[in-house]
């Protein structure tokens, strides 16, 4: 499934890498595309990556009375408890899978895409990087958390190869979060690194539901690290 997209094409000459920024429940991928803009006082860019801000498909949202929203997948509930809904899932792997393929057709291979994203975002970046794909070069999960019964937890529980490397993960939590206490993404880490997942969780102080300078200059140094240039970039810099 085809779903507009907002696109931060690499400073340089090449493009060597992709990172996807999925959206929170209600948003739009130029919307927070202009969150990180504001708080960094330019774009997320990088000379060898493109950035890739989509846009979730109008659709009913049970935590809203059923109105419609732009939301990746339905639920019950807001709660780390509720039952996943996989039939709505199924819909978000579609267009996940669809972004990574579009990426893979323009010769960028999966360990060199970094998908990430904000809330519900996150949370689709958790699905997509340890259930979907999981070869990718890493995970960032802001402000985001997994529910307990999650087919995540099952996918990687089942992994017929246990040695292979899964991608790192990058997850950030406000300390004063209500919408999403920050323990349902330190319980949704820690059942992650139980299960082989590798990386670091970053509690960030007084912080509500939302995104922060910090985080995004953090996230900024940690994607350089997971996608750095290629021979090929360093020599089309020249």
């Not at 802001?142 to 790192?168: I, K, W």
């Not at 300390?175 to 349902?184: E, I, M, S, Y």
């Not at 509500?208 to 140094?221: G, V």
Request: include cysteine; hydrophobic fraction near 35%; charged fraction near 20%.
């Amino acid at each position: 499934m085809k779903v507009a997209v907002r696109t931060i094409k690499p400073t340089g000459r090449t493009h060597s890498a992709s990172v996807i920024f999925f959206h929170g429940s209600g948003d739009t991928g130029p919307n927070v595309l202009e969150w990180v803009r504001f708080l960094l006082g330019k774009d997320l860019d990088f000379r060898h990556i493109k950035v890739i801000y989509p846009t979730a498909p109008l659709q009913k949202y049970t935590p809203m009375d059923g109105e419609l929203s732009t939301v990746w997948f339905d639920r019950r509930s807001i709660n780390v408890a509720a039952q996943e809904s996989r039939k709505s899932m199924a819909q978000s792997y579609d267009i996940a899978n669809q972004l990574i393929q579009d990426e893979v057709d323009q010769g960028i291979p999966h360990n060199r895409i970094v998908v990430g994203g904000f809330s519900m975002g996150g949370a689709l970046a958790l699905h997509t990087g340890y259930h979907l794909n999981t070869n990718l070069a890493g995970v960032f999960a802001h402000s985001a958390f997994l529910n307990r019964g999650s087919v995540v937890y099952e996918s990687l529980q089942n992994r017929t190869n246990s040695s292979d490397e899964l991608p790192e993960l990058r997850s950030y939590h406000g300390d004063r979060d209500t919408l999403v206490p920050l323990d349902w993404g330190k319980e949704s880490f820690d059942a992650l690194q139980k299960l082989g997942v590798t990386g670091t969780f970053k509690p960030l102080k007084n912080c509500l539901h939302e995104l922060k300078k910090a985080s995004m200059l953090d996230l900024e140094q940690w994607i350089n690290e997971k996608l750095p240039p290629l021979e090929s970039d360093m020599q089309n810099k020249l």
